[in-house]
């Protein structure tokens, strides 16, 4: 059974830091990445990242390039979500993903963000 457990989040002032953490259990060979999403009231979910497990590569979107970073530790099945020069629009619910990749017989590969967490929240202070 795949679970995902964040862990991390809190309450911080603007200009701070914090490090959020993702444990995943039941983890198997398809698992092709992780994503970090943020949830708002009132608004879409935000993607915010992600990595893979093989390479480690990484793509962040710009409103939080350069200030937030994820890495993972493979041998302890957990991704990383460093997050500095926090603003107050960082707000909401942060949420980890894993995503999957199948192939197809005839070599057609689908990813999806297959598995969630139940998100830990983060609180920026003006």
């Known amino acids: 059974q795949v679970k995902l457990v964040e862990s991390g989040g809190g309450l911080v002032q603007a200009g701070g830091s914090l490090r959020l953490s993702c444990t995943v259990s039941?983890?198997?060979?398809?698992?092709?990445?992780m994503g970090w999403f943020r949830r708002t009231p009132g608004k879409e979910r935000e993607f915010v990242g992600r990595?893979?497990?093989?390479?480690?590569?990484?793509y962040l979107p710009d409103h939080v390039k350069g200030r937030f970073t994820i890495s993972r530790d493979d041998a302890e099945n957990t991704v990383y979500l460093q997050m500095d020069n926090l603003k107050p629009e960082d707000t909401g619910e942060y949420l980890c993903?894993?995503?999957?990749?199948?192939?197809?017989?005839?070599?057609?590969?689908?990813?999806?963000?297959?598995?969630w967490g139940r998100g830990t929240q983060v609180t920026v202070s003006a």
């Open positions: 039941g983890r198997t060979p398809s698992f092709y990445g």
């Open positions: 993903a894993a995503e999957t990749l199948t192939t197809t017989p005839q070599g057609r590969e689908t990813r999806l963000f297959e598995y």
């Open positions: 990595i893979t497990w093989s390479s480690g590569s990484t």
